[in-house]
T-cell receptor, first 111, second 117 residues
Framework: DAKTTQPPSMDCAEGRAANLPCNHSTISGNEYVYWYRQIHSQGPQYIIHGLKNNETNEMASLIITEDRKSSTLILPHATLRDTAVYYCIVRVESNFNKFYFGSGTKLNVKP | NAGVTQTPKFQVLKTGQSMTLQCAQDMNHEYMSWYRQDPGMGLRLIHYSVGAGITDQGEVPNGYNVSRSTTEDFPLRLLSAAPSQTSVYFC????????????????FGSGTQLSVL
């Protein structure tokens, strides 16, 4: 399974867009990119996922580069409640949904 | 629907004691898994199951046993607790649809904080 690399922490001003990068240079054609977040010590929460195309839902947008070696999660208007650890995960469909979590990015949204 | 329910929320054990962490889901998900999360680290997969009667090891299976007698339940057993098993444990479940990319998300429980003294 492809590994991911994320910065350990990032800051963002409240109301501004938060752009969280993720590198997955060894991703293969059947691997999806997922994003989860974990607020304090709660269970991780699903945000968004995609294969090739950019995706948007009510929480965020996911931009995947054309070569699929990196992606960016965009929170369009960050709030203090978005302060959390964000995990970028690459999943192989044939591995029956095994998700491998790295250390993630701690996003600090500041007033 | 309750989603994924874990019990207990907190537990303190002495070294050598045994216990079972409970996990139940009411979404009829085929896939269930257990993760542990140590302070400041990401989640690591302990064991997983793709259906009743089927289990397999993850990254860090040593010291843990699982079974899957029903679709709903996936208990995690610590046979002889050790201080190294002090951690937060998360149970997760997911449907396993055959259509690619659809509804294949992990749903997590709220966690069990375990301390082994």
């Amino acid at each position: 399974d492809a590994k991911t690399t994320q910065p350990p922490s990032m800051d963002c001003a409240e109301g501004r867009a938060a752009n969280l990068p993720c590198n997955h240079s060894t991703i293969s054609g059947n691997e999806y990119v997922y994003w989860y977040r974990q607020i304090h010590s709660q269970g991780p929460q699903y945000i968004i996922h995609g294969l090739k195309n950019n995706e948007t839902n009510e929480m965020a947008s996911l931009i995947i580069t054309e070569d699929r070696k990196s992606s960016t999660l965009i929170l369009p208007h960050a709030t203090l409640r978005d302060t959390a650890v964000y995990y970028c995960i690459v999943r192989v469909e044939s591995n029956f949904n095994k998700f491998y979590f790295g250390s993630g990015t701690k996003l600090n949204v500041k007033p | 629907n309750a989603g994924v329910t874990q019990t207990p929320k907190f537990q303190v054990l002495k070294t050598g004691q045994s216990m079972t962490l409970q996990c139940a889901q009411d979404m009829n998900h085929e896939y269930m898994s257990w993760y542990r999360q140590d302070p400041g680290m990401g989640l690591r997969l302990i064991h997983y199951s793709v259906g009743a009667g089927i289990t397999d090891q993850g990254e860090v299976p040593n010291g843990y046993n699982v079974s899957r007698s029903t679709t709903e339940d996936f208990p995690l057993r610590l046979l002889s607790a050790a201080p190294s098993q002090t951690s937060v444990y998360f149970c997760a479940s997911s449907p396993m649809h055959r259509v690619r990319g659809t509804n294949e998300k992990l749903f997590f429980g709220s966690g069990t904080q375990l301390s082994v003294l």
